[in-house]
């Protein structure tokens, strides 16, 4: 065997821990957080400062490191949560959008929701948020031209559910929770005005073109149900 005379070790120091979706297991991990002191040695013993090293993140079952930018893609089970309301979201902003109380809108926002994870949703859950919410902003229609702040809350609340979702779908899942939206709004019949923004809304907040969005619309008021 050939003696290292010398070389630079770096020495590691835990700094935080939590849990990640590790890029090399594929699956959420414990992590640490480290960050490095790196020494010059001579025969294995460390003598000189060579600078520092990291911060890094350490899956604990693969022992990879990684750049601290994968603590920004979710553990599976907040990725699932972040779907599940997301589609809840949607679900009720098209259901306040429309106004409407048909028992075939609200059986058809209830499958949605509960396909999303919802498995407890019922028609009188989401009439009653619904309800709650129109009271609320004092209209029935969250889009109505004479509601222009309340168009803007509902706005608000669709981007802070999509937008942090958005960069982790493919483009067929942004477009999936987009045309579920759109199946709720056209089980009573065409778009309303009111509908239709709040799906360009939902289009914009999940990053797809406008001209997507309409296409997309347009796909789905052809489908038959």
């Known amino acids: ?60 079952a693969c022992h990879q490191h990684f750049d ?10 907040r990725f699932s949560a972040m779907l599940r309301d997301a589609v809840h979201t949607v679900a009720l902003g098209v259901l306040a959008a429309g106004g409407s109380t048909s028992r075939t809108v609200l059986e058809t926002a209830v499958e949605t929701v509960r396909g999303a ?9 989401l009439a009653t948020v619904v309800e709650v919410l129109s009271a609320d902003i004092g209209h029935g229609s969250a889009f109505d031209p004479a509601a222009e702040a309340c168009g803007a809350a509902l706005a608000i609340e669709l981007h802070e ?52 969005t309409a296409r997309l619309l347009a796909a789905a008021a052809r489908t038959p149900s």
């Open 161 to 212: 559910a999509l937008e942090p979702l958005a960069p982790h779908l493919a483009p067929a899942g942004r477009e999936s929770i987009l045309l579920q939206g759109a199946r709720i709004a056209l089980a009573d019949g065409a778009y309303s005005p009111a509908e239709r923004e709040v799906l360009a809304t939902v289009g914009g907040a999940l990053r797809l073109r406008a001209e997507d």
């Open 117 to 125: 994870g919802f498995d407890d949703c019922t028609s009188e859950q």
């Open 1 to 60: 065997m050939k003696l290292r005379i010398c070389g630079t070790r770096t020495l590691w120091d835990a700094v935080g821990d939590g849990e990640f979706f590790c890029p090399g297991c594929g699956g959420d991990r414990n992590y640490r957080r480290l960050t490095g002191r790196r020494r010059f040695t001579v025969l294995g013993v460390p003598l000189l400062r060579r600078g520092t090293a990291g911060p890094v993140v350490e899956c604990a």
């Open 68 to 77: 601290p930018e994968a603590l920004d893609h979710p553990t599976t089970t």
